[in-house]
């Protein structure tokens, strides 16, 4: 008697989604930190004014291929069009999984020529097969290239009224201003991480992961507006560890510094601690820490502490730790803009150095070290000032209150009585001129500045009186000048002036008088007491410049 064999069924494990497809929004109300483009949208299809194409621009992973996506069911839904596509009918299904014949999506990036643009535009002639549009999605269309643009802009310009396009793309100044102007352009925003940490929290409580909030922060912090990225790192998180995601762990995944030894490294570097300093970076390098993302968390720290310097009620936002709260508020209150300013200055020109090197580790501590000998330097207002009111000037020492020293100085001194402007007559008004100086200075006035640079540069001076200029001109002087200062000062001054031309040397021209005087203020500011002093302080500092106040 034959025997019965019951086949067992094995039943196999649901595949896993990432969180990324798994919770992309489905209608608007779903999208994340866009209420412009929703309302937007949202009011054309309530007043059934719907453009013919749409532009979608913003970084990755901020929605626009979904947002594409979610315009097409909405417009072809059978409730519709709506703002609220059903997600259950016919049209719908087959827009999510990706089968419906009216809804072609093409990737710009791989199809870039103008015969796939052709074989689309054969199509847009057609009627829609089962929908209410025939919708084109063309996702990074600025890959396109100029013939394939051309080729679009016909069907843009006049397309049948079954035809919509949604265009997205992250280079919006690549598209030709031509197809932009025949698209009703959202730029969509980069997702606040207020936002997405509440989002990213919402997802955790539906997969049943517990997360610390503040690991939970980090992630949105470091997805830097894409929601996309954000649910990737949230998705590397929950895998590295099976029960809970903690902060710790999340700041392993990301080679992030954590943030009190980040405040303990500035600290150092503001106080000139060398060795507490080197001693802090060796032990982050030794934990696994990325010299690169070090210097990243100083610039960050850096421009906080410069924000809450200014702006004292950045450090009373709520969402932000404790520690940063607090102690961030204190440091601000001990450092001043410039200091501030300083160091954001040499961080950042300092990244490009630690990027580029093939020893990151040593090139960031080259950089410390840097920042910790400017620390130990007054400021040249500090310097000035203090040798003014006749104090002595100290170096470095504790927490500094200004800036760090530059390798040179600059000086500031009253401008010579040779380039003062004695005469400004009022508009409308008959000039009166008492000297050479007062007439040269009429011509700025009456902004003929190209004549009076000329003046300055070419004519020499030897004898002035009232309605009569005698001149010499220098070699290679404009032939009409004569003639010109001739004609403008009889027209300004109401009086006939006559300039005659003269063999005497007379006086030096305007311009040399000028170099003159700044090689006599030049000579006499290097050999001045003050400078000499400021120049000790400062070791291998130098006089670079000497500036005039007006």
């Known amino acids: 008697m034959a025997k019965k064999t019951a086949d067992t069924a094995v039943e196999k494990p649901a595949e896993y989604r990432v969180l990324a497809r798994k919770y992309r929004p489905r209608d608007f109300s779903q999208l994340k930190g866009q209420d412009a483009l929703v309302r937007t949208l949202t ?28 315009i097409a069911r909405a417009l072809n839904c059978e409730k519709g069009p709506t703002i609220t596509p059903c997600g259950t009918c016919d049209q719908c299904k087959a827009i999510s999984e990706d089968r419906h ?3 072609l999506e093409m990737d710009a990036a791989s199809h870039t020529g103008v015969d796939n643009i052709r ?18 999605i063309i996702d990074e269309v600025h890959m396109l290239s100029k013939g394939a643009f051309n080729a679009l802009l016909k069907t843009l310009e006049e397309p049948p009224a079954h035809a919509k396009f949604v265009f997205a793309t992250t280079e919006i100044r690549k598209v030709p201003v031509t197809v932009l102007s025949r698209c009703q352009r959202f730029d969509l925003k980069r997702i606040d991480a207020g936002v997405l940490e509440e989002y990213f929290g919402e997802l955790l409580k539906k997969e049943n992961v517990e997360a610390e909030q503040q690991a939970v922060a980090l992630i949105a912090r470091a997805a830097d507006g894409s ?35 980040g405040f303990d490294l500035f600290e150092g570097l503001m106080k000139g601690d060398t060795i507490g300093t080197l001693n802090i970076v060796d032990t982050l390098y030794k934990s696994g820490a990325d010299p690169m993302q070090v210097l990243q968390d100083l610039l960050d720290l850096t421009h906080f502490l410069t924000k809450t310097k200014v702006a004292p009620d950045t450090a009373r936002d709520r969402a932000l730790p404790e520690a940063e709260r607090v102690r961030g ?12 300013t300083r160091t954001w200055q040499m961080l950042l020109k300092g990244a490009s150095e630690v990027n ?48 760090g020293a530059p390798r040179g100085t600059t000086v500031m001194r009253s401008a010579s009585p040779v380039t003062a402007v004695a005469y400004q007559p009022q508009e409308n008004a008959v000039a009166q001129v008492n000297n050479f100086h007062e007439a040269v200075a009429l011509f700025g006035h009456k902004k003929e500045g ?89 070791n291998g500092a130098k006089v670079i410049d000497i500036k005039f106040k007006k």
């Open 43 to 70: 009011n054309a299809i309530e007043s059934g004014r719907i453009a013919h194409a749409f532009m979608l621009t913003g970084v990755r992973g901020v929605g626009k291929t979904t947002t594409a996506r979610i």
């Open 101 to 103: 014949v009216d809804v």
């Open 119 to 136: 074989d689309l535009i054969d199509t847009v002639q057609y009627a829609p097969v089962s929908g209410r549009y025939k919708i084109f």
């Open 227 to 261: 929601a996309r990225d954000g649910l990737s790192l949230l998705d590397q998180a929950i895998s590295r560890e099976q029960g809970k995601v903690t902060e710790a762990q999340v700041r392993e995944m990301l080679g992030l510094v954590d943030r009190s030894a």
């Open 329 to 340: 508020a204190e440091l601000a209150k001990k450092l001043s803009v410039p200091v501030l």
């Open 356 to 403: 580029q090197s093939s020893q990151p580790r040593h090139a960031l501590e080259m950089l410390l070290i840097r920042l910790l000998y400017v620390a130990e330097q007054p400021t040249p207002g500090d310097v000035l000032k203090q040798l003014k009111d006749g104090t002595t000037v100290s170096a470095g020492g504790g927490m500094p209150s200004g800036g």
């Open 450 to 538: 190209m004549l009076e640079a000329s003046i300055t540069a070419y004519v020499h001076l030897v004898k002035f009186e009232q309605g009569h200029l005698a001149i010499r001109l220098k070699e290679n002087a404009p032939q009409n000048l004569v003639g010109q200062m001739s004609d403008r000062l009889s027209l300004w001054t109401g009086r006939p002036w006559i300039v005659s031309l003269s063999r005497e040397q007379g006086e030096p021209t305007l311009g040399e008088m000028k170099r003159a005087e700044k090689a006599n203020i030049d000579a006499e500011v290097r050999a001045s007491v003050m400078v000499a002093e400021a120049l000790n302080v400062f």
